[in-house]
């Protein structure tokens, strides 16, 4: 018990941590993919990229050919990227919290391989990949 009084700090870190660990596995889909991970799976594998965030955030700016359907359009817009079922699918979003409830989407929709950006867009451009604002 004196443990724990000592280190109450330590145990709350640890017990958020799991928490979040655990939400997130019962939550969302998708394996986590590092930004050098997702540009080899771009790049060797033609992935697709899908970017769920909001219109306003996306219109900021966003990975170059990324396919944007926001996040709560997703479920009813499917369709549109119906031909990618096969293919690496990489979403993404701002940290990773939604992207990781849009992997859960299209996985339970049959797509194969699913991925989720680790760290989101912040990620991105934090490793010094270009975004643009086009398209």
């Keep these: 018990m004196d443990f724990l009084q000592q ?16 939400n997130s596995l019962i939550r969302g889909g998708g394996k986590g993919v590092s930004v050098a991970e997702a540009t080899l799976l771009i790049n060797r594998e033609d992935a697709l990229v899908l970017d769920v965030r909001e219109t306003s955030e996306w219109t900021a700016g966003h ?23 096969e293919k690496p699918v990489i979403v993404c979003c701002a940290s990773g919290n939604r ?25 991105w451009t934090g490793a010094g990949l270009p975004v643009t604002t086009k398209g």
């Design 7 to 22: 280190n109450i700090m330590w145990v709350i870190a640890a017990a958020v941590s799991g928490a979040m660990l655990i």
């Design 99 to 123: 992207s990781s409830n849009a992997c859960g989407t299209l996985e339970r929709a049959g797509f194969a391989r699913v991925f989720n950006l680790n760290g989101g867009i912040g990620a």
């Design 63 to 85: 990975i170059p050919n990324a396919r944007h359907i926001a996040m709560g359009q997703l479920a009813k817009r499917l369709s549109e990227i119906d031909k990618h079922k």
